[in-house]
Structure formats: structure tokens, C-alpha cells
């Protein structure tokens, strides 16, 4: 493995150390050495005010490069898949339906090339990895990454290996088996999994990223952020929901707006953050609701696998952003989260998994309890697609009306059809 | 009581780039001075000034979170495993 010397020329400087900002070379480490702190990407602002407008933006290319000199990369040559810059659509019916004046979604349910917001992260992580001179990339993962790390690492060529829990369900295993990395599934849960993988990496050498290159693989949330401002015509929202996990995607949103004001590409602004949790997994909930200031890890029992991170990495940088902007961090039971999947795809059309639920389902709590106004431009972040957790949802979806080939058949499936309808209209609070 | 030690890499250059280390105490506290004579300058990378546990590394006896256990004073037993991992890591 050669490490490549950053160019004088790039915008990224190095990494530094949340905690004591020790500062470290562009490299594939991710703790600090003095405190254990995170590891962050920090730049040459000055210098990307200096080659970036909204013009040279909006003349970029149609995927998160178009962001180019936010993102934690030296080289020209980048994976593009063509990832990001994902639909934001003017909510109309939900918004109706909760009592909102301006609310958008951000659809990366129909992310490319796997249908989350794993193929940001991804695509920054291997094009850092390859700059690096990794030719075998990793991960842990239960289902999203997996799928995001497989897929780009065939597009770019790379050795791919990817570890899961031995007991996964069977089609998130084949969405990642279907792209040709060894798979490998350990007896354990993801904590398990996790610390299992940081062994590894220091061993093999490998580019694990959410491990040794995350400190890159982070920094692709940020793409959220700025497609958000750019798709709103160059503005921030008032209000975001967003979901947390590690909450690292929660916080990076956030970032990116921040970077935006700093170069001058956006007016400042004040932007509250709401986070979104499942009740049965939210170390983060709880620590903001009793007031704490740091997290007590839990043992995750929720629908919403793929945001069960029962020790979240950047959980205390959540709950101080929350706290910072004015947010909240509320958390949602599984019926609610079944029921704020079915909510999205019935009044908006759009088909989300688990975590997507636990969004919809926190934003309506939120407005219900009055910790959103009707006139905020409001953002929510829908991160994955529905289709992946079938599961979860399927003995709730409603059923088919089964009938014969004839006319007399149909009339009568119609008829009983409307006649349940006008019963769950009856019993409908409007 | 003796334990044994799993370092993780960001501390190895302090443990003679062992991986392992083999220590002696009851309780998590005790396994913390008895890796200091072992390591000299391990304890000020895993605890605070004041000597709190920094709030970036976890402590795992056995393969479970000390904070389901008793915290520092988790009871340990001879042959038990105590391994110091980053929190930093994972997304899934």
C-alpha cells in the first residue's frame, strides 16, 4: 500500500481531531492517538471560495462531484456512479395532512447505484481508498452499506469483502452477494461484527470504510446538505428532520450547510435540527429528553434495523447540534414507524424502509407536539427504499382482492371494496 | 487475578507493539495501574486528567460493554478478557 502526498493544489489539508485537534496527514486512520477522539477531513476554505460559485457548481457534473472541492479527495480521477443529486420534492398531501405551509422531501430511496444514502458515503470512501493505493476495500454492515460498498467496488474494480451477522435476512445478503465480494458471515451481532473488522483492518491492510477510512466516508453526507441548498435555489431550510444512527449523517448535513455559508454560497442562516429515532433503539433520545450530556449505550429491540446502533459513534455531537439549534430529538414507537411508511407511500408515492418510517413518523410527532411551525421550511430525509426491508412491513401492506375472470365477479369485489372503504372513511379522524 | 489486555493499534507503540498484555487486579480500576506499570503513558491516552475514563474508548470485559456491567468496578476473574476498542466505528 503506497500512500499518496497530498497536492498543494487540493482543498483538503489533512485530518485533525475533533477532541484536541491534533492534526494528522491525509491518511487511512480514523482514532486519535492522544485521546481516541474522531478523526475529521479539514480544509483550505480560502481556497475553495477561490475555484467555487454556484455557477461552477451548477455546471458540474449530475452526481455529488458537482461538490468536488468539499470532499475529501485529491485526484481528478473520481468514481462517479452517478450518485446523488437525488429528487427534492414540494411535499403537498403530507404536508396537507400534518398542517405544514412548506415541506420537502429529499428522496434518496431512489439513490443510485442501491437505493440509500450509503452510496454517497460509499463513492467519496472508495475514490479516497483507490487515491491511497488500497486495492481491497471492506465493511461491516447489516444491509445498506453492504449493498453500496459491493456494488461501487465492482463498478471500480476493487477487492471487495464484505462481513455481516450470520443471521441477516436473505435479501439483503443477496442484494450484496449478487455483485461478487466474498461475503462473510460472522456468528455474532454487529457490535460483534464491528470490533471483529477493526481487527482486521489492522492486519490485511485493508480499506474498511467505515472503519479506517471514515473519516472520508463521512464527509459524503455532507452532499445531502448542499443539494439540498442548491435544489431549494441557493437557501437553506428553517427546519430539518433527519434520522440518527451513529449520527453521523445527522451532524454532516448540518456541516454542509455550514461549509456553504463559509465559502459565501449561501446567506447565513439559522437552521434548527431535529433528529429522528426508533424508540426501541435511542440512546440518543434518551440522554436529550433526561437532559444528559452523554449517551448510556442501549441493546437494540426495533423494527428500524438498519438505525439500531445501540452505541452510536457520534451519538454526544448529535445531542450537542440538536441542543445548539434549537432541535429535538424524539423518538417513535415500531407501530408508529409501520405507520409512517404507510403514510409517505400514501399520500406522497414514495416507498421508504425502516429508518425512512421512523422519519415520517417522528416529523408528524413533532408537529403534533407543536416543535415545528407551520410556516418553517421544513426538510425531511428520506434515506432508504422500502423494497429492501419487505419484511417489516408486508403483514401490514393490506391485501388483494382475489377474483374470478368474469364481469359478475369483478362488480362484486368492487362493491365489497368501496363498502370497506366508506367504513375505514368512517372511522377516520379528519 | 490474572487478565488479559487486548491494545488496540493506536496504543500499541507504549506496549512494545504487543496486541496482548497480561495484567493483574480485581476490578477494572486495579487492571488500569497494573497496565500503567506495564505501559508507562497508557493510562493518561485512556483516562482524563481527573481520571475519568475518556468518553472515546470503550472498555469490553469479556465481549460485553463494562457500561451493562459495573463500570470501573466491574469484578473481574482470573482469565477474563478485557479489550480496549475506539468507539469510533461502524454505520451500517
Known sequence: MTQTPLRTTATLKGLRCRECGEQYPGEARHVCEFCFGPLEAHYDYEAIRGCTSRRSIEAGPRSIWRYRPFLPVVGERVIDVGTGLTPLIRSERLARRLGLGALYIKNDAVNVPSLSFKDRVVSVALTRARELGFTTVSCASTGNLANATAAIAAHAGLECYIFIPADLEAGKVLGTLIYGPQVLAVEGNYDQVNRLCSEVADRHGWGFVNINLRPYYSEGSKTLGFEVAEQLGWRLPDHVVAPVASGSLYTKIFKGFQELIKTGLVEEQAVRMSGAQATGCSPVAQAFKAGRDFIAPVKPATVAKSIAIGNPADGVYALDLARRTGGHIEDVTDAEIIEGIKLLAQTEGIFTETAGGTTVAVLKKLVEQGKIAPDELTVVYITGNGLKTQEAIAPYAGETLKIEANLASFERALERARTLDRLDWQQTLI | ?92
Open chain 2, 1 to 92: 487475578m490474572s487478565v488479559t489486555v487486548l491494545i488496540p493499534t493506536p496504543l500499541r507503540k507504549l506496549a512494545n507493539e504487543q496486541a496482548t498484555v497480561h495484567c493483574s487486579g480485581s476490578n477494572l480500576t486495579e487492571v488500569l495501574d497494573s497496565l500503567e506499570e506495564r505501559c508507562p503513558g497508557i493510562k493518561a491516552r485512556l483516562c482524563t486528567e481527573n481520571g475519568d475514563l475518556r468518553r472515546f474508548v470503550n472498555f469490553y470485559v469479556n465481549s460485553e460493554d463494562i457500561r451493562f456491567l459495573q463500570g470501573r468496578d466491574t469484578p473481574l476473574k482470573d482469565g477474563d478478557e478485557v479489550s480496549i476498542v475506539p468507539a469510533i466505528a461502524g454505520g451500517r
